[in-house]
C-alpha cells in the first residue's frame, strides 16, 4: 500500500462521517471539531465525503473550518454547505432500477425498497424508516414501489432484508445487479441493508470530479473510512487511512488504521499531519456546477 506520509501532509482530506468521523453516539467530539479547523488554517481543506443524504448534513453544518463542498449520497450528490445548493447529481435511471428490484425480489423474498433524492425519501409500505413516519414529515412518502422509482428522481434505492444482513445481502444484491448499477452497504445496524446507485458512482468517482476541479492530485490526496462504501475512496486517494472500528473487510485490505471513531482517531491523525508543516496553498472552492 503506497503512502506519501513520509512526503508531508496531504493537500486535501477526504472523509467519511459515521462511524469515521462522527462519534459512536453521532456527535463531533471537540478534538475532531479542532482538527478540522487547524487543517483549515494550515490549507489542508477538509472535505466530508458521506453516505448521507443532503437533508442529514445538520450536524456538519456549523462546524468551523469545514470545506463547503461536501459528497453525499455515496458519491451521487455533490453539495455546497454554504449556499446550500447542489453542486452535481447523478440520479438512477427508473427502468434500470425496476429491472434491478424485479430481479433482486426473486433472490431476496423478503426484499423491501425505498428510494432517496437527496432532499425526500419514498419507501414501499414493507420498508422500515429509520424514523417513524407520523405522517407529518413532508420529506417522507409511502408509495408502491413502481410508482417511487418513477416518481421520486432517485440517486439512491435502498434494499432492506430482515432475514439476510448487510453482507449477505450486498452478495446477493450484487449477483443480481452486476455491472448495471452500484451497490454497498454502509450501516452495520445488524439487519440488511444495501445502497444503490447509478453504475460507476461511488465516493471515489465524485471525489475524484471533486479534486480534479480543485486541481489537486490522487497522490496528495488522504482519505478515512471505515465501512464497504469507502472501499473505493481509500482506494483512489494517495494517503488512505481506516479507522480500527471499521468494517472486518477493510481492516483486512492492508490500509494503515489510525484509533478508532471513539477515540477522535481522525482528528488526532489531521492534527500530527498539520505539525508536519502545510502545503504552501490551498485548493480553493469547486463552484458552479458540472452538467451531469
Not at 487547524?38 to 458521506?50: H, L, S, Y
Not at 448521507?52 to 451521487?76: E, F
Not at 445487479?177 to 460507476?200: F, K, M, Q
Amino acid at each position: 500500500m503506497t503512502s506519501l506520509l513520509d512526503a508531508g501532509p496531504p493537500a486535501l482530506v477526504a472523509c467519511d462521517l459515521d462511524g469515521t468521523f462522527l462519534s459512536p453516539d453521532g456527535t463531533v467530539s471537540e478534538l475532531n471539531a479542532h482538527a478540522v479547523l487547524r487543517a483549515e488554517q494550515a490549507g489542508i481543506p477538509v472535505v466530508f465525503a458521506t453516505g448521507r443524504p443532503v437533508r442529514w448534513l445538520g450536524v456538519i453544518a456549523d462546524l468551523p473550518g469545514v470545506h463547503p463542498t461536501v459528497i453525499a449520497s455515496n458519491g451521487a450528490v455533490l453539495y455546497d454547505l454554504a449556499s446550500r445548493r447542489t453542486l452535481d447529481r447523478l440520479c438512477l435511471d427508473p427502468l434500470v432500477a425496476l429491472d434491478a428490484v424485479a430481479s433482486i425480489r426473486a433472490s431476496v423474498p423478503d426484499a423491501a425498497f425505498a428510494f432517496e433524492s437527496g432532499t425526500h425519501f419514498g419507501y414501499e409500505p414493507a420498508y422500515r424508516t429509520w424514523v417513524p413516519d407520523t405522517g407529518q414529515d413532508p420529506t417522507l412518502r409511502r408509495a408502491p414501489v413502481e410508482q417511487l422509482a418513477r416518481e421520486v428522481s432517485a440517486v439512491k434505492m435502498l434494499v432492506q432484508s430482515a432475514v439476510l444482513g448487510d453482507d449477505a445481502l450486498l452478495a446477493r444484491v450484487q449477483a443480481c445487479v452486476g455491472g448495471a448499477l452500484t451497490a454497498t452497504c454502509s450501516t452495520g445496524r445488524g439487519y440488511g441493508l444495501v445502497e444503490i446507485s447509478a453504475a460507476g458512482v461511488d465516493k471515489a468517482s465524485m471525489l475524484a470530479r471533486t479534486c480534479t476541479r480543485l486541481g489537486v492530485p490522487a497522490r496528495r490526496v488522504a482519505a478515512f473510512g471505515d465501512m464497504p462504501n469507502d472501499v473505493s475512496m481509500l482506494s483512489w486517494v494517495g494517503m488512505p487511512r481506516v479507522v480500527a472500528n471499521a468494517h472486518p473487510a477493510l481492516l483486512a485490505l492492508g490500509f494503515p488504521v489510525v484509533p478508532a471513531n471513539h477515540d477522535s482517531g481522525v482528528g488526532a491523525t489531521i492534527l500530527d499531519w498539520v505539525a508536519s508543516g502545510a502545503p504552501t496553498s490551498s485548493p480553493g472552492h469547486v463552484g458552479a456546477a458540472t452538467p451531469a
